[in-house]
């Protein structure tokens, strides 16, 4: 088969790799598309360090179901499917809680360099890991329920309801899947804090109130445009000068979710989460059931996910891609037909 390479950091190539195999319990998928994630950019830079040479990274990914391994029931050869590339071990505390991110075996198809992965023609996963789609939809859109699960889990995180105003800073791919997911959870003022004027624009067909931080502070702009502070904010960027936006924006008393990773440390004002009893919590990845409740919402088709592609790029031109989005990310998704 043709997969996608990372020959070495800043040089993608289209190379030839043995055909996965579906072993027990596991499943052949045929990809159809994969989308290229902003860690994958980081692992073509060298940025991120979680990324090596020689492998073969996507993580969200759909496909059509092209082999079923031993002791594999309940999916159909053929059928449309999106990969949970979370996988764990299934039995320990934090799976049998539906915590299975937190599982100390997990590991991460696409992140971990020796497992099939989806920037081939064929990723191989565990039957629990594939999670069919109907036929009828787009079948490209099934790469979105990943990213999509990611900002679900955030607000699941922030525990959202419809009685909050949000805060989201950053509206790339993970921002874009917050605000889907407060809308969903019937929140109906979101505002965006995002550099980016395309990003922005994208975010306000999302149904999200934009500001631009360059503009003037962002606390101040947040006020404004709400009539007062955010019941919650969620970190998509992770920089100290994002968490200050979210404690200074924000209610006392208001949770904080940091899902953005830009900076391994940041500096923050103790005060706004001690003595204004502020809630900071982590947000990453997803549960299985998060993956599967994106799915669901995906399968359904809502128009908005047509907003979320900005590009598909056939196979070969995918190192050009690569090379193009790590000097200048684009404000939607971009693609990797197979
Ligand atoms: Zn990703
Ligand atoms: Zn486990």
Not at 36 to 64: K, Y
Not at 140 to 159: K, Q, T, W
Not at 305 to 322: I, S, T
Request: with cysteine; net charge negative; proline share 7%.
């Amino acid at each position: 088969m043709k997969a996608l390479v990372l020959k070495d950091f800043h040089e993608m190539v289209v190379a030839e790799r043995p055909d996965p195999v579906a072993g027990r319990g596991e499943v052949l998928v045929r990809t159809v598309a994969t989308g290229i994630c902003g860690s994958d950019l980081h692992g073509f830079t060298g940025a991120n360090g979680r990324r090596v040479p020689g492998q073969v990274m996507g993580h969200e990914t759909a496909g059509r179901i092209a082999a079923l391994g031993p002791d594999v029931t309940g999916l159909t050869v053929g059928g449309l499917a999106t990969v949970n590339p979370v996988v764990s071990c299934g039995h320990c505390p934090s799976c049998t809680a539906g915590a299975e991110h937190h599982c100390p075996e997990k590991y991460v198809i696409g992140v971990a360099p020796a497992v099939s992965a989806a920037f081939a023609e064929y990723v191989v996963a565990p039957a629990g890991n594939v999670v069919a789609l109907p036929d009828t939809m787009p079948a490209e859109y099934g790469a979105l329920v990943e990213p999509i699960a990611v900002g679900a889990h955030a607000a699941r995180r922030g525990a959202v309801t419809a009685d909050d105003t949000v805060l989201v800073s950053g509206g790339g791919p993970i921002g874009q899947a917050v605000v889907l997911a407060a809308r969903r959870l019937g929140v109906t003022r979101i505002v965006v804090s995002e550099p980016d004027p395309g990003r922005r624009a994208l975010c306000a067909t999302l149904g999200a109130e934009v500001v631009d931080p360059a503009g003037a502070p962002v606390p101040e702009q947040v006020r404004e445009l709400l009539g007062g502070p955010a019941s919650v904010a969620v970190d998509a960027v992770g920089l100290s000068a994002t968490l200050a936006d979210a404690l200074a924006a924000t209610s006392l008393g208001a949770r904080i979710v940091l899902v953005g990773m830009a900076a391994p440390r940041v500096e923050l004002a103790a005060f706004a989460v001690s003595t204004e009893e502020r809630t900071l919590v982590g947000s990453f990845s997803y549960s299985a059931a998060d993956f599967r409740s994106a799915a669901e919402w995906v399968a359904g088709t809502p128009p908005e996910l047509a907003h979320l592609v900005e590009r598909q790029v056939d196979l070969a031109d995918a190192p050009a891609a690569f090379t193009a989005l790590a000097e200048a990310p684009t404000p939607g998704k971009v693609l990797v037909r197979f």
